[in-house]
C-alpha cells in the first residue's frame, strides 16, 4: 500500500475554499491521495462557474481500497446539501451539513486509522455559536481530548497563542502557569517528533514592555515563574519579551517558536511577515489536523482571485 489518504472537510459552503482547493490541485502533484468530505452538488456548480474541470471518483465511508487510489480523480465522499445557488450568504442554514461532513471524516479516519486531516474554513458566527471559541476546540470535543495547542506554523518562524479565539476582556482570567506548561510541551513533542529537536521558544509578557503599574502583574504572578521553572529543564526557552520588539529582525533569528498570550498579539505580526506562507496546526489531537491560515472570506466568493498558497502548504505538509 502507497502513502495514506488525506482526507479533507471542505467547511463552510459558501467560503473560497473549493476555489483554493481547484487551484491547488491544479498546479501541484500529491504522492498521499487526497480524499474530500463535500457536497458533489456544490463541487460541481463551483467547479462550473469558477472554469475548472476535474473528474470525479466517487467513493463512500465504506471504501477500504485505498491501494489503488490517485488523484487523477477528485476522490469525492458526497453529504447532501440542499442549496438555491452556488454562492450563497454565510448563515447558520448550513451548520447540519457543516456539522455532518465532520462526522463523516472523523468516523472515517478513525476506521482505517488515518493520520492526515485538514478542513476549510467555517463562519464561527453562525456554526459553533459560542459553543465553543473555534474548530481547535470543536475537534478536541469531538476527539475527547483536554489539551490542545494551535500553532502557526512556517519554516523559518512559528506562533502559538496560549489563548485562541477569545475575547481580550477575558484572556487575563485564563492565563495560567498549568496552561503555558502544556503549550511548551505539546510544541517541544511536535518539534522533536517532527524535526528531531528542541526549538527554541520564546514566550511574550500580556503587558505592554510587559510592565504595569499595578502590584503583582500576570508576568509577576505567573509567567515569570512558569519560564523560570521550565528553563530548570530547557534553556532553549526565553522570556517574557515585550510584544512590540520579539518580532524585530534582530531577536527573530534567535528562535523557531513564539508563544504569545492571546490570538492578534502573535497572529498579526506573522501574517505581516509571512502573508498567507503558514498552516494552522493544532497540537495534541489523535491525528495531525491543518487548517489553510484564513478564513471564509465571503467578499472573494466567486471571483476566482484567492491565493492557493496555504492550502498548498499544508497539503505539502502533510504529503512528506
Not at 105 to 118: D, G, T, Y
Amino acid at each position: 500500500m502507497g502513502k495514506k489518504p488525506i482526507v479533507i472537510v471542505a467547511g463552510e459552503p459558501n467560503s473560497i475554499f473549493l476555489e483554493i482547493f481547484f487551484k491547488s490541485i491544479k498546479t501541484n502533484s500529491y504522492k498521499s491521495p487526497l480524499i474530500i468530505v463535500v457536497s458533489k452538488k456544490l463541487l460541481q456548480e463551483q467547479m462550473i462557474k469558477l472554469g475548472f474541470s476535474f473528474k470525479i471518483n466517487d467513493i463512500d465511508s465504506k471504501f477500504r481500497n485505498f491501494s489503488k487510489l490517485d488523484n487523477k480523480k477528485i476522490n469525492l465522499i458526497n453529504v447532501d446539501y440542499d442549496f438555491k445557488k452556488c454562492f450563497e450568504k454565510i448563515s447558520s442554514n448550513s451548520n447540519k451539513y457543516i456539522n455532518e461532513t465532520f462526522l463523516i471524516a472523523l468516523k472515517f479516519m478513525r476506521q482505517n486509522k488515518f493520520s492526515k486531516f485538514i478542513n476549510g474554513p467555517i463562519s464561527k458566527k453562525y456554526f459553533l455559536k459560542g459553543k465553543t471559541l473555534g474548530i481547535t476546540e470543536y475537534l478536541a470535543k469531538k476527539a475527547k481530548i483536554n489539551k490542545v495547542a494551535m500553532l502557526i506554523f512556517n519554516k523559518d518562524l512559528s506562533v502559538s497563542p496560549l489563548t485562541t479565539h477569545l475575547a481580550l476582556k477575558d484572556v487575563h482570567k485564563t492565563i495560567s502557569k498549568k496552561k503555558i506548561y502544556t503549550q511548551v510541551n505539546l510544541i517541544n513533542n511536535f518539534y522533536k517528533k517532527r524535526f528531531n529537536k528542541l526549538p527554541r521558544i520564546a514566550i511574550t509578557g500580556l503587558n505592554p514592555h510587559c510592565e504595569s503599574n499595578f502590584k503583582n502583574s500576570e508576568e509577576d504572578k505567573i509567567i515569570i515563574p512558569a519560564i523560570k521553572r521550565l528553563r530548570l529543564k530547557n534553556t532553549n526557552i526565553n522570556g517574557p519579551f515585550p510584544a512590540d520588539t520579539i518580532f524585530t529582525k534582530s531577536l527573530l533569528k534567535n528562535y523557531d517558536v513564539i508563544i504569545g498570550m492571546y490570538h492578534d498579539q502573535v497572529l498579526s505580526p506573522m501574517k505581516a511577515l509571512f502573508n498567507f506562507d503558514a498552516i494552522n496546526i493544532t497540537l495534541g489531537l489523535p491525528f495531525t489536523r491543518i487548517s489553510p491560515d484564513h478564513g471564509p472570506n465571503y467578499s472573494m466568493l466567486g471571483k476566482n482571485l484567492s491565493d492557493p498558497k496555504s492550502l498548498i502548504q499544508a497539503l505539502k505538509f502533510l504529503d512528506k
